[in-house]
Each structure stands twice: as C-alpha cells, then as structure tokens.
T-cell receptor, first 113, second 114 residues
C-alpha cells in the first residue's frame, strides 16, 4: 500500500548547522507531497508542499524538492536555529482522492545553542 | 479566520466514562479529519468526512469510538466507555475538498483516562 518513510530521530544539531531529513514514499500514481511541523504542545502546521515532479517547496528557509525518479522529498535547511526544534512530518495525498493524508512517523529535531 | 477550533483542550476522566471531543472546522472547508497521536503509534487517521458524510472510518479502533458531523461547522468524536489506552492527543483537521489541498490542524485535545 501507499506509505511514507522518514529517517528516524531524534536528530540533534548545533545552531547554524545544515539539516537534512530524508523522506521517501511508495505510491501508485502521482501524489502531492507535504512537510508538516509540530512545535511542542501545538498542532501540526503546514511547512511546505509540492504538487508535481521537480517542484520545489520552500518556507522559512526550509526547502524540499519532489523527486519522482527517487520517490523522495527530503527536507533541507542551510542553517538551523533553536526555534526550529520541533517534530517534522512528511506526508502525501493523492490528487482526486478525498484528501486523506498519509503521514510518516515524524522526526524530532533538537537544535542546541 | 479563527482556524480549526477544538474543545476541550485538556480532558481528564476516569475509566468507563464517556468522553466527547468537539471540532469546528474552518468555514468553507468540506473535508474534516480526526487523528490520534501517541508516542507509541505516532499519528493515526481515525475517520474523515466529506460534505458531512463519513468516507472512511477504517481507522477507528473499535466500537467504543464513534464520530458524527451533523452539519458543516461541527463534528464530535465520542469514546464510550473510555479506557486508559485511549489516552492520547486527538487532532481535528479540515481542508477544502481536493486531493491537493492543505489540511489545517486544530490545537488538539489532550485526553488522559485514569
């Protein structure tokens, strides 16, 4: 079945370090891809998305490129801040579906000053 | 817009009691989703509605769980009777009807069943 696989956490980085969180998916067809972020004690918020191959989503210094050939949507940021500490979820949804997201298990990021 | 509104934000109850969680989706959104989040199982989709009609409830753990959406602006998730293993954070999310549309999440209800 359709699924999303994320790298396991937790990930601990120092401030200003480079971040990569890997995400790959298994799906029949061509889904839209999302990264959601959950800050402590809060609900999930959309961070960025891409709806077709080679699209790049970006927001708050984060980027992810929809790679159809490798079925991946890795999240990157060039210089993380303490305020980026959160849990990051990769997700997909199929166009034409009722819109139910399929989430990865989440990757916890801790950024130390 | 106020975003997705959930109530209560926190609920502590005793095993065997009925628990009702409430959600008000964003106005104009036609799809509504209920999720449960635990440390062990992560984020699980319980049920989702489209135009107030339940589309897929295969994620509902068992008959103790039920969900309704009597109109476009209100949904409930009920657990009766509640058990300690139901302790989790329950999220409601809504979106416009489309496979590409972003889901907007509420702040969640943190449920503790003693």
């Amino acid at each position: 079945g359709d699924s999303v696989t994320q790298m396991e956490g937790p990930v601990t980085l120092s401030e200003e370090a480079f971040l990569t969180i890997n995400c790959t998916y298994t799906a029949t067809g061509y889904p839209s891809l999302f990264w959601y972020v959950q800050y402590p004690g809060e609900g999930l918020q959309l961070l960025l998305k891409a709806t077709k191959a080679d699209d790049k989503g970006s927001n708050k210094g984060f980027e992810a490129t929809y790679r159809k050939e490798t079925t991946s949507f890795h999240l990157e940021k060039g210089s993380v801040q303490v305020s980026d500490s959160a849990v990051y979820f990769c997700a997909l949804v199929f166009r034409g579906s009722q819109g139910n997201l399929i989430f990865g298990k989440g990757t916890k990021l801790s950024v130390k000053p | 817009d106020a975003g997705v509104i959930q109530s209560p934000r926190h609920e502590v109850t005793e095993m065997g009691q009925e628990v009702t969680l409430r959600c008000k989706p964003i106005s104009g959104h036609n799809s509504l989703f209920w999720y449960r989040q635990t440390m062990m199982r992560g984020l699980e989709l319980l049920i989702y509605f489209n135009n107030n009609v339940p589309i897929d409830d295969s994620g509902m753990p068992e008959d103790r769980f039920s969900a309704k959406m009597p109109n476009a602006s209100f949904s409930t998730l009920k657990i009766q009777p509640s058990e300690p293993r139901d302790s989790a954070v329950y999220f409601c999310a809504s979106s416009k009807t489309s496979g590409k549309e972003t889901q907007y999440f509420g702040p969640g209800t943190r449920l503790l069943v003693l």
